[in-house]
Nanobody, 126 residues
Framework: QLQASGGGLVQPGQSLRLSCAAS????????MAWFRQAPGKEREFVAA????????HYVDSVKGRFIISRENAKNSVFLQMNRLKPENTAVYYC?????????????????????WGQGTQVTVSS
């Protein structure tokens, strides 16, 4: 129900835009996020956006370089990644959930998301 795309091989300093298309769910009711998993590491939070895109969070390492956005009319969420670094190399996953949350930092916890895309590989290398 979530389909991620847009990954690829880029050089350091270049940009990529990831997309995640949702189907079979009422997208506007879902908080959405991007996570990533590098080889040998745990999956980690990257960015999250609320249902109405008025609340956005980023992991500190991508602030000022990555931008998360959504278009509810297109059932899609995006991650614009600028000034990419080799350490950004990972499989990037989109995730979504519509349930009521009980603590303020829930968006960082991958266990809070019921729906996941299949992942798209981002490789940053010269």
């Amino acid at each position: 129900q979530l389909q991620a795309s847009g990954g690829g091989l880029v050089q350091p300093g270049q940009s990529l835009r990831l997309s995640c298309a949702a189907s079979g769910l009422t997208f506007s009711q879902y908080g959405m996020a991007w996570f990533r998993q590098a080889p040998g590491k745990e999956r980690e939070f990257v960015a999250a956006i609320s249902r109405s895109d008025n609340i956005i969070h980023y992991v500190d390492s991508v602030k000022g370089r990555f931008i998360i956005s959504r278009e509810n009319a297109k059932n899609s969420v995006f991650l614009q990644m600028n000034r990419l670094k080799p350490e950004n190399t990972a499989v990037y996953y989109c995730a979504g959930d519509s349930s009521v949350k009980t603590y303020s930092t829930w968006y960082r916890n991958l266990r809070e998301y019921a729906y996941w895309g299949q992942g798209t590989q981002v490789t940053v290398s010269s």
